[in-house]
């Protein structure tokens, strides 16, 4: 008769693939709760680069970025006072929920989960003609223009890589 520690251990064997499915269940996937960013957002703000996800930021960061627009990295996106209210109320709507970082990033690139997610990513892609920088989110998710992230669509180009001097002779 076997023990109970026989069919725990049974019951982990059989469990661990669909524990390997729920790990990477793709949070960073449009959330049908949170309502599809204004034509403004993805004009305005998609006419210079991605229209980054709101929930890529806590709200104390958009309000910081809202409120500097004549100063937006070096360049000057102001915009009318109704299209930055509508703006503004969507990012602040569908802002990030993680724990608020004191320091309120003002890039998607400088948060922990960012670093996290792309921990992976070798400079080499970053840096790639391809790429140019770890803002660039449509170089490789083929749905950041729809606001979808999944790493199902992830298709990252290419890039050479030295050869290793490991084993070269001299």
């Known amino acids: 008769m076997p023990t109970a520690s026989i069919y725990a251990a049974l019951a982990l064997v059989l469990a661990l693939p669909f524990a390997a499915v729920r790990a990477d269940d793709d949070r960073d996937e449009i959330d049908a709760r949170r309502t599809p960013p204004p034509a403004v957002y993805i004009d305005e703000c998609g006419g210079c680069h991605a229209p980054y996800p709101a929930s890529g930021l806590p709200a104390a960061s958009w309000r910081t970025l809202m409120s500097t627009l004549d100063r937006h990295f070096g360049s000057d996106a102001t915009l009318a006072p109704a299209e930055t209210a509508v703006v503004r109320d969507w990012l602040l709507a569908n802002a990030g929920r ?7 990033p003002l890039r998607i690139t400088r948060t922990a989960w960012f670093v996290h997610e792309h921990d992976e990513v070798p400079a080499s892609i970053w840096r790639s003609r391809e790429i140019g920088s770890a803002a660039n989110c449509g170089g490789c998710h083929r749905g950041a223009d729809r606001g979808a992230f999944s790493e ?8 050479a890589t030295p050869p290793s001097s490991a084993g070269a002779k001299r």
């Open 98 to 104: 993680r724990a608020a970082n004191p320091s309120a």
């Open 152 to 159: 199902r669509d992830v298709r990252m180009p290419r890039v």
